[in-house]
């Protein structure tokens, strides 16, 4: 199974940015579908994530500001992030979880990352 992210790229504080991750590889489901981010010196947090049956989280940090969607028929995830300050820079990764393929099942996978830089 492959997580090809897109989207990053460099902002001013208060702007605006989408991230899409589409997950491939004879799929048959995924259960959970989200992003971690990672900035420099600092520990992957989770940044948002969405299971079957529309179960949402956000980091704290994010609330009202980046919104989580899924488009479940073409095992797509995206990430509109509004409001952007400089605290939001990181590596942005796309995560997947508990995912059916017509070969075998992954417990979970990760895209390769997509920067998102912040400038104040």
């Known amino acids: 199974v492959q997580l090809q992210a897109s989207g990053g790229g460099l902002v001013q504080a208060g702007g605006s940015l989408r991230l899409s991750c589409a997950a491939s590889?004879?799929?048959?489901?995924?259960?959970?579908m989200g992003w971690y981010r990672q900035a420099p010196g600092k520990q992957r947090e989770l940044v948002a994530r969405v299971s079957s049956g529309s179960s949402i989280n956000y980091l704290d940090s994010v609330k009202g500001r980046f919104t989580i969607s899924s488009d479940n028929a073409k095992y797509t995830v995206y990430l509109q992030m509004n409001n952007l300050n400089p605290e939001d820079t990181a590596i942005y990764y796309c995560h997947a979880e508990k995912i059916n393929t017509r070969r075998m099942y992954y417990s979970a996978a990760w895209g390769q990352g997509t920067l998102v830089t912040v400038s104040s």
């Open positions: 590889g004879s799929i048959l489901s995924i259960n959970t």
